[in-house]
């Protein structure tokens, strides 16, 4: 019996982290010598109906088809879309039938994560957003919520196994466990403990709300750190906290008053795209959980859409080959491939793997300046 109920890399890497009904599918066909040459397209609607989400999970889902006799077309990392398809497979069905499971399971994920954190980041596009979510979700995926969060252009996180996967650094500076291990009425020597204690390159970021009330805490975190202290963070419970914003625009007052209006105002604690609108003019920066973390994967689904050159679809699907393009107004448009796409439309689907080999680099900062120029051309995240 394993120690974790985690399905390692080497199931999804054979095939063996699939649903049954392939490895039967599979029995099946080689029972019946049937093995058709096929084109299968990832959607999750068929028609533009003006909700766009994120396209995200491409550099996994590439590893995973890397090395199948198949060729891949999909859309970039960090590209919008709206209806049609954003992965689109050519060759044997057999060749490729029983990674279905898996390959879903890294877009559907990652895009849901992704789309989340991009509303979030558009409702404080001035402000510091850091992910806190990966506490919610198994500790498995920590990596793929950091990634979909840094896609949407967040700038950090905070799970330090994902920054070794990503190759980043985590970040984070005291939680409420801190201060309450040092005892009430001790919250300065817990702060001065934390101050003497992390390298010099961590900010020194005050947690101020865990006794008392978050002004009293704020200015005795100014009293105790003085000139070092870069940041004070607001992490009052829904159940306590009252009108946050009024919270935070007293904490500012009083900062401002004293001349400590250096010291930026951090909040965290069930936070989504309404709350940073409510508090972006008020708070420098937010911790953002749940909203990403938690988020609702995309629906996709793959289809099989043409056999052995001719088109074929399920009951409810679009048969037949198709490509994606964006037009300059912003628009998404779905069309045969074989057709004219719309005038001056830029077609997304792009080589991803030629005979087997991944032909795209994987440049996460490029995805990330992609993913918030394409919002910015589409308007997603627009504020009512």
Known sequence: MPPFDIVGPDAIRDGTATDAYFSRTETTLRHAERNPTVVA??????????????????????????????????????????GGPVLRIEGSYLEFARFETSLLGFLSHASGMATNALEARRAAPDSTVLSFGARHVHPSIAATVERSALLAGFDGFSHVAAGDVLGREAGGTMPHALLICFGRGEQERAWRAFDEAVAPDVPRVALCDTYSDEV????????????????VRIDTTGSR????????????????????????????GGLGPAELRHLRDVADGFGVGGHVSNADPVD??????????????????LSGTKQVYRTPDGGHHV??????????????????????EVVREF???????????DAEAVGFGTDA
């Open 363 to 373: 440049d996460l900062d490029a995805a990330t300046t992609r993913a918030l120029a």
């Open 335 to 356: 069309g045969l491939a074989a057709r004219e796409g719309p005038e001056g439309g830029e077609p997304l689907l792009e080589p991803l793997i030629r005979d087997g």
């Open 300 to 317: 996709f689904a793959l289809d099989i859409v043409e056999v052995d050159g001719e088109p074929a679809a399920k009951r409810g699907k």
């Open 241 to 268: 906290r009252g009108d946050l914003k009024h919270i935070v625009r007293e904490v500012r007052w009083e900062l401002n008053a004293r001349g400590h209006g250096d010291i930026d105002v951090f909040v965290s």
């Open 41 to 82: 397209e990832v959607t999750a609607d068929q028609f533009p109906d003006g909700d766009f989400e994120l396209f995200a999970g491409v550099k996994d889902a590439a590893s995973l088809l890397s090395g199948l006799d198949v060729d891949v077309d999909a859309m970039c990392e960090g590209q919008l879309f709206d």
């Open 216 to 231: 009293d805490e704020v200015l005795r975190a100014v009293e105790t750190l003085g000139d070092d202290l870069d940041s």
